[in-house]
T-cell receptor, first 114, second 114 residues
Framework: DGGITQSPKYLFRKEGQNVTLSCEQN?????MYWYRQDPGQGLRLIYY???????QKGDIAEGYSVSREKKESFPLTVTSAQKNPTAFYLC?????????????FGPGTRLTVT | GENVEQHPSTLSVQEGDSAVIKCTYS??????FPWYKQELGKRPQLIID?????GEKKDQRIAVTLNKTAKHFSLHITETQPEDSAVYFC?????????????FGGGTRLMVKP
């Protein structure tokens, strides 16, 4: 079953704790992305990676970190420095390269920090 | 960077009527314009896309038009059905040294009344 998966679906954390969200794809895509979605709003880009061992900051990277050690995996860490971490987090992947293609989204992780 | 504005933020239509959602973008270098549909609590899914070398594209009840000169593009849904009710996002893609990035509009909540 090909696709992009995220785990867990729901995540609860106490303020001050770092938390890592998982994103895995078996589509053989080079590019992977992390977005944040707040209620009633659009998607904002946190980080993206076009190739293994390389990633770039998006529009709202502060308080987040990523790694891309394997083509299939692009975990996102929400650090205690992120002021308002409660949100719906979406991971996506695409073929990559110099031509834009469809981004396929994972099911999302809803993070609640209290 | 790219800026995408989407209107209206909410749209209510009667079943069978047409719905039109409009987006404007700022970066004349943007060359790929996808539209995503997101049902409540679910992942966004691509419904149609258009590239900058094409002015119009149609897929059954859905069509997208692009005006590069004016930097705006629109989604048209004809013969709307209750299952069309969802949030729709437009996006514009630019390519820089770091790769392809999608910038999303703020979304339109479409409600189709039976």
């Amino acid at each position: 079953d090909g696709g992009i998966t995220q785990s867990p679906k729901y995540l609860f954390r106490k303020e001050g704790q770092n938390v890592t969200l998982s994103c895995e794809q078996n589509l053989n895509h080079d590019a992977m992305y992390w977005y944040r979605q707040d209620p009633g709003q659009g998607l904002r880009l946190i980080y993206y990676s076009q190739i293994v061992n390389d990633f770039q900051k998006g529009d709202i990277a502060e308080g987040y970190s990523v790694s891309r050690e394997k083509k299939e995996s692009f975990p996102l860490t929400v650090t205690s420095a992120q002021k308002n971490p409660t949100a719906f987090y979406l991971c996506a992947s695409s073929i990559g390269g110099t031509v834009s293609y469809e981004q396929y989204f994972g099911p999302g992780t809803r993070l609640t920090v209290t | 960077g790219e800026n995408v504005e989407q209107h209206p933020s909410t749209l209510s239509v009667q079943e069978g009527d047409s719905a039109v959602i409009k987006c404007t973008y700022s970066d004349s270098a943007s060359n790929y314009f996808p539209w995503y549909k997101q049902e409540l609590g679910k992942r966004p899914q691509l419904i149609i896309d258009i590239r900058s070398n094409v002015g119009e594209k149609k897929d059954q009840r859905i069509a997208v038009t692009l005006n590069k000169t004016a930097k705006h593009f629109s989604l048209h849904i004809t013969e709307t059905q209750p299952e069309d009710s969802a949030v729709y996002f437009c996006a514009a893609s630019t390519f820089d040294n770091a790769g392809n990035m999608l910038t999303f509009g703020g979304g339109t909540r479409l409600m189709v009344k039976p």
